[in-house]
């Protein structure tokens, strides 16, 4: 008699242990202070806007919001990618803050959790445009990650 043994095929497919799917996590809104700069900074003239966004930055440095705008508003690809990569940074702490351990949703329909994923999106795009095809990828997969959605809505 000969010894059959069945093949487990691998899945890409996140699995959850949890009932009721993985964890969501929702940012703390902005401090309402800094979101009130910040849209006085963006109705400013074009010409003064980027420099009013950094002074609610330099203000605000945990404002994932001002960090995203910010490198909407840069200059060039580089100082566009810094901006993003901050926010990123920063986004990542405050996840952390808020329960996040490293998997589960992090969505856009979610309001406070918007200004993380420009900036995720920010870097992706901008990663693009200076040759860093690997982050690019990288950043493109982790949006995927944190909300199966993402290639249906538009910033």
Excluded: K
């Excluded at 420099?51 to 705008?69: F, G, H, M, Y």
């Amino acid at each position: 008699m000969r010894n059959t043994r069945s093949v487990c095929h691998m899945t890409d497919q996140p699995i959850s242990l949890n009932p009721n799917g993985p964890p969501e996590t929702r940012l703390a809104p902005e401090e309402p202070e800094a979101s009130n700069a910040l849209s006085h900074a963006l109705a400013a003239p074009p010409a003064s806007r980027r420099d009013l966004v950094s002074d609610v930055v330099a203000q605000w440095p945990r404002n994932l919001e001002a960090w995203a705008t910010l490198g909407d508003l840069a200059r060039d690809d580089v100082e566009a990618y810094a901006c993003y990569r901050v926010g990123y940074h920063r986004g990542l702490d405050r996840l952390r803050q808020s329960g996040w351990r490293g998997s589960g949703w992090v969505r856009w329909s979610e309001p406070t959790n918007r200004g993380f994923l420009r900036a995720v999106d920010g870097l992706r795009r901008s990663a693009g445009a200076i040759g860093e095809t690997d982050e690019e990828q990288r950043c493109a997969e982790f949006l995927m990650q944190l909300d199966p959605e993402w290639t249906r809505r538009s910033i």
